[in-house]
């Protein structure tokens, strides 16, 4: 008798999917961490962070796209890594009511 194995492999789409995640709960229930770091180094490694996960994620979004066996977790791995990349700009990048930018660039 032959045992065929199968190929359970996770996909791509799906570990950006994870990544995404991993940053809500770092974002949310791990918060105390995320502070304790930007408290104890500073702000670059917290947003460092967060912005490869978001460049990492649309990169294996776009990547799903590519191969298209798994498209509409692909879009929504890829609009959420914008999302991810967007709020990085957002946050970290742009001046607010007067107040210079967290991370300054201009």
């Known amino acids: 008798m032959i ?3 199968r190929n359970k492999r996770i996909s791509i789409p ?3 999917l ?3 995640l991993f940053l809500v709960l770092f974002v949310t229930a791990l918060n105390g961490l995320r502070t304790s770091l930007m408290n104890h ?3 670059y490694p917290v947003a460092f962070m967060e912005l ?3 460049v990492i994620s649309l990169c294996f979004g776009v990547y799903g ?3 298209s066996k798994y498209s509409a977790l692909s879009w929504i791995v890829v609009m959420i890594g914008a999302m991810t990349c967007f709020l990085f700009v957002f ?3 742009l001046p607010e009511a007067g107040t210079p930018p967290l ?4």
């Open 3 to 5: 045992v065929q194995e």
């Open 14 to 16: 799906s570990v950006g």
């Open 18 to 20: 994870f990544l995404q």
């Open 41 to 43: 180094y500073s702000i």
């Open 52 to 54: 490869t996960i978001g």
């Open 65 to 67: 796209l590519i191969q």
């Open 91 to 93: 946050v970290y990048l």
């Open 103 to 106: 991370i300054g660039w201009l």
